[in-house]
Antibody, heavy 121, light 106 residues
Framework: QVTLKESGPGMLQPSKTLSLTCSFS??????????VSWIRQPSGKSLEWLAA???????YYNPSLKSRLTVSKDTSNTQVFLKITSVDIADTATYYC?????????????WGQGASVTVSS | DVQMTQSPYNLAASPGESVSINCKAS??????LAWYQQKPGKANKLLIY???TLQSGIPSRFSGSGSGTDFTLTIRSLEPEDFGLYYC????????FGGGTKLELK
């Protein structure tokens, strides 16, 4: 059974760095073709893809946010991390991680339930 | 980037009815369009990818069609569990999503 779970600080202040962790089971990121993405959704709004990392360690970023994003994975291939620098109120959102495998790099076939992040002073 | 425009924004229907949701891309994305369902307290669910390929485990009352810039998700014979939010997403290049369609009980 594939499961993903996001964790984060819950709340942080503007200008700080947001660090998020995606912990998953039921698959390994070392498997050829496996990809884990980060997507966010402000309350009441649509989804925005942020970044992805694949089984080979290649990284992909949303061009509009690339300068602020860093995606990485752990050596055991069971966790993926996302850092967003210089956060502001507009970064307040639910952050999801999701897996892509069978259907293509950017087809997310399993999602976590999301971690809520509030940026506030 | 590719802009995705979904319509309608809201849709009210009754169980047993059929509904369609439209998605338009700002440029051709070939067949590379996915549909997701979002419900409170549940993980987002992939329904269809490559425009018309049904994800494993998804009921056959869901179907997708279209190519190029215009796509449609059709749900035949609505079941109570089908009510929720639906998003389209292009997967031809870095992903972008439509604004969402809320399918409500009439």
């Amino acid at each position: 059974q594939v499961t993903l779970k996001e964790s984060g600080p819950g709340m942080l202040q503007p200008s700080k760095t947001l660090s998020l962790t995606c912990s998953f089971s039921g698959f390994s990121l070392s498997t050829s073709g496996m990809v884990v993405s980060w997507i966010r959704q402000p309350s009441g709004k649509s989804l925005e893809w942020l970044a992805a990392i694949d089984w080979d360690g290649d990284k992909y970023y949303n061009p509009s946010l690339k300068s602020r994003l860093t995606v990485s994975k752990d050596t055991s291939n069971t966790q993926v991390f996302l850092k967003i620098t210089s956060v502001d109120i507009a970064d307040t959102a639910t952050y999801y991680c999701a897996r892509s495998y069978y259907s293509g790099t950017y087809v997310m076939d399993a999602w976590g339930q999301g971690a809520s992040v509030t940026v506030s002073s | 980037d590719v802009q995705m425009t979904q319509s309608p924004y809201n849709l009210a229907a009754s169980p047993g009815e059929s509904v369609s949701i439209n998605c338009k891309a700002s440029k051709s994305i070939s067949k590379y369009l996915a549909w997701y369902q979002q419900k409170p307290g549940k993980a987002n669910k992939l329904l269809i990818y490559d425009g018309s390929t049904l994800q494993s485990g998804i009921p056959s009352r869901f179907s997708g069609s279209g190519s190029g810039t215009d796509f449609t998700l059709t749900i035949r014979s609505l079941e109570p569990e089908d009510f929720g939010l639906y998003y389209c997403q292009q997967h031809n290049e870095y992903p972008t999503f439509g604004g969402g369609t809320k399918l409500e009980l009439k």
